[in-house]
């Protein structure tokens, strides 16, 4: 059975920077309020020509470039995102083409803040099962467009980005090694956006209500993320058959600071086990896992053969975790010898057809 390593890996960034003291301007709050509730600082908000699709293909070719793979070699593309651009086509599909990953199946998988961890899971396992050998994945957002700028409880919280990774099959071991999904639809009002599908199309009325706009149970949601994110941590490490002394770093979903200050007593680990840049970005849901992972491998904080634990929750309710090892891109030599095999095969596909061309006109003579 092969190993599903994570291989590749990027980000993308709107340049626009918001920061708490210019939404003090609109909003009745201060920065001394939020960073004292949140942690968060400043968050990146999309120009009108950003899309959460044009964030993804950046996001992606960085990606594609550190695993030495073209958009071709892909063979699947999950994209997680709470911010798609349309109800369909999905936004996966979008970036494919974009990319020019024409062989790849594409689709979006919708689980909130908790979508990348589940996409990635899914990409592991279609790797694992022999089905696929890369995989992108995707978490990409503009959720600055879902944010009512008067609602100063959520408009403090939001912003805009995305991250990738790519996963291929590998012989040699590591790579993703547990992963736990979890849900809990009976508090799906707690954070969704209420109009916009079918049970309550757009109409004049949902945008007077702005039902349009994200709606969020702070103090319930709080409380649950506090409750879930150390526990499913624990659960994914359990499955992997490892303990926090075996893992090198936590990476949260960054949604506020206290949150993940909870999720660290809860595993009696020290802060600075932890991947943290909610100060910079703010909430980025599906996009928050990957652009911190990507920024923690950047600054050289990630090595080889070091253990991971991706962990998150989000609307719906979901949350999970996901445990890794890090190993990088697959060795050069690995991915010449994989495409000579491609061509090999080709050619003697070629052959094959050309003998039975033969064969058949051969025995169309004799008879």
Known sequence: MPYAHITGWGMAVPDTVLTNDELAQRVDTSDKWIREMTGIHERRIARDREYPSTLGVKASIRALNVANLKPTDVDLIICATSSPEYIFPATACLIQDQLGATKAGAFDLSAACTGFIFAANMAAQAIRSGSIRNALVIGTETLSRFVNWE??????????????????????????????????????????????GSRHPASEQTLRDGRHFIHMDGREVFRFATRVMGHAAREALDLAGLTTDDVQWIIPHQANFRIIETAAKYLKLPLDRFVINVDRYGNTSTASIPIATVEAQEKGMLKNGDRIVLVGFGGGLTWGALVAEWTGPLPLERLVHAERYRTWARLRSILLRIMRFFEGLIWGRNS
């Open 151 to 196: 609602d100063r409880k959520t408009c403090i919280l939001f912003g805009d980005g995305a991250g990738a990774f790519v996963l291929q099959a590998s012989e040699t071991p590591g790579g993703v090694l547990s992963a736990v999904m979890h849900s809990d639809g009976s508090g799906g009002d707690l954070l969704s956006v209420p109009a916009g």
